[in-house]
């Protein structure tokens, strides 16, 4: 038997390592803020003239949650809805949200790590961001939002560039159902595998714990899921049979769910 001489081998690793960069090359990330100006000005120009803008925000969300919870999976969903509509790129995540008064401190301002601004920043912030991807050749522009707070801002904003923007090719959408299938069909499902109302719970709870562990695990805190709810730590609902398969069938339902929504709202306007 005869082997390969070693120049054969590394000629052969060189060309399978050349043949993976270039495919690699041709599946360029989503994400606005890896890209380079030529790489977005190209992608718009080849179709991609849809754009989500995650909003997250910064919260405490139980002992046993880090406060970016709602910006990782804001960006994460995002990125695999952008994915499966093949078009879209996604803007870098809000991360600043309102959350109520700072000075006397309500709500989860009450917990260190949380921060808050007010609701006319907000407002501006998206407006002014939205402006920026029609001036770059955006037709879409995708408000959705990973927190309950502030739906009707998001709302509000995606009226307000309408009004501004009548008569013109460009569209901004509030996708709905980004959030709403996380009270509707998500808590259904976590029904339908045991799980009461109780330990659902409406923050830190098993629902919002079990999401977070399928995106990013790293951000739980698995040794301080036994916590009690109530003020002093700011979950309500039961952490403990919080698990990433049960959060998949929240991922699941999100993105489905967001795309089809997505993709109603741009034939709507065409």
Request: charged letters at 20%; a neutral charge.
């Amino acid at each position: 038997m005869r082997f390969p001489s070693l120049l054969a081998v590394v000629c052969s690793v060189g060309a399978w390592l050349g043949a993976a960069a270039a495919g690699h090359a041709a599946q360029p990330s989503v994400y606005l803020e890896d890209l380079t100006w030529t790489e977005v000005r190209d992608a718009v120009k080849t179709g991609a003239t849809t754009i989500i803008v995650p909003v997250g925000g910064t919260e405490q969300s139980g002992p046993q949650m880090a406060v970016g919870k709602h910006n990782v999976r804001a960006k994460v969903l995002a990125g695999r809805i952008a994915a499966s509509l093949g078009d879209t790129l996604v803007a870098p995540v809000v991360a600043y949200v309102p959350e109520g008064s700072i000075s006397p401190p309500v709500g989860h301002m009450r917990y260190p790590g949380t921060i808050s601004i007010p609701e006319a920043a907000f407002k501006a912030m998206l407006e002014g961001a939205a402006r920026s991807f029609r001036q770059a050749g955006f037709l879409h522009v995708v408000l959705i939002g990973d927190h309950g707070g502030y739906q009707t801002d998001l709302r509000d904003v995606a009226a307000a560039l309408n009004r501004e923007w009548a008569g013109t090719a460009v569209r901004a959408h509030f996708i709905e159902a980004y959030y709403k299938v996380t009270q509707t069909e998500y808590v259904q499902a976590l029904k339908a595998k045991g799980l009461s109302d109780a330990a659902i719970g409406q923050h830190a709870g098993a629902a919002d714990t079990s999401l977070l562990m399928a995106i990013d695990p790293s951000m739980v805190r698995t040794d301080r899921l036994d916590q009690p709810a109530g003020a002093a730590t700011g979950i309500s609902g039961d952490p403990r049979g919080s698990t990433a398969a049960l959060g998949q069938l929240g991922v699941d339902r999100i993105v489905v769910e967001t795309v089809a929504a997505i993709r109603k709202a741009r034939q709507e306007h065409r």
